[in-house]
Structure formats: C-alpha cells, structure tokens
C-alpha cells in the first residue's frame, strides 16, 4: 500500500521560504516519476514540478527560479525548497507518485499522469 505523507507547511511573509517534505512509503523512487501541485481556495488544482527517476526535471513557469524539487533515495523522501514566496503561492500542496516514468521538460505535470497522491500541507503567505 503506497501512503504519501507531506509536512513543512505553514505561514511565513512574502520573500520568506518553506521547505516542504513528502515521505512516501511502500512506493519505491525507482517505480516512477513525483511530483508536487498545488490547490489555492476557489482554484484547480496546478502542477508545480515534477521530477524523474533519471533526474529529468520540469517546472511551472511562475514557479521557475524561487521554487526546487528534489530527493533523498536514501530516505524515500521528496522536497519542494520554496524561496521568495509571494501571496499567490499559498494553497494546499499535495505529493504525488506515479507508475510510470518520464517527464515532459517542456510542461508542468498534469494530475491524470499520477496515481498516489498525499493529503496535503498548508502553505499560506502574507504580504
């Protein structure tokens, strides 16, 4: 049974930087491609990045330069570094796992691609 479990949410002031964190057990990095979205209130759910098992990243573009996905195999463990947040980064952020490997470098991930997904951690930004 694969469990994604997210932490690191919470609420800091524009400029300000998070590190959110994605556990994810019964689920191997090597079974496929992870991500990250986002959901603000009243909005669609969005991918922010995602990365492959052969280090092939892809970003949103109004992410790009302030926000890093990355993993420690090691510890079975996922990251989002988010540095000079601005207000409309806050949302809910969810982990995501999929079955399948590759990442379209040339788009964020679509939601359909991935199969396992967390229940999610805050990140709320003032200005």
């Known amino acids: 049974q694969v469990q994604l479990v997210e932490s690191g949410g919470g609420s800091v002031q524009a400029g300000g930087s998070l590190r959110l964190s994605c556990v994810a057990s019964g689920y191997p990095f090597s079974r496929g491609s992870m991500a990250w979205f986002r959901q603000a209130t009243g909005k669609e759910r969005e991918g922010v990045a995602a990365l492959d098992t052969d280090s092939s990243i892809t970003y949103a573009d109004s992410v790009k330069g302030r926000l890093t996905i990355s993993r420690d195999n090691a510890k079975n463990t996922l990251y989002l570094q988010m540095n000079n947040l601005k207000p409309e980064d806050a949302a809910m952020y969810y982990c995501?796992?999929?079955?399948?490997?590759?990442?379209?470098?040339?788009?964020?991930?679509?939601?359909?691609?991935?199969?396992?997904w967390g229940q999610g951690t805050q990140v709320t930004v003032s200005s």
């Open positions: 995501a796992a999929s079955d399948r490997f590759g990442v379209n470098e040339l788009a964020p991930p679509i939601q359909t691609d991935y199969n396992y």
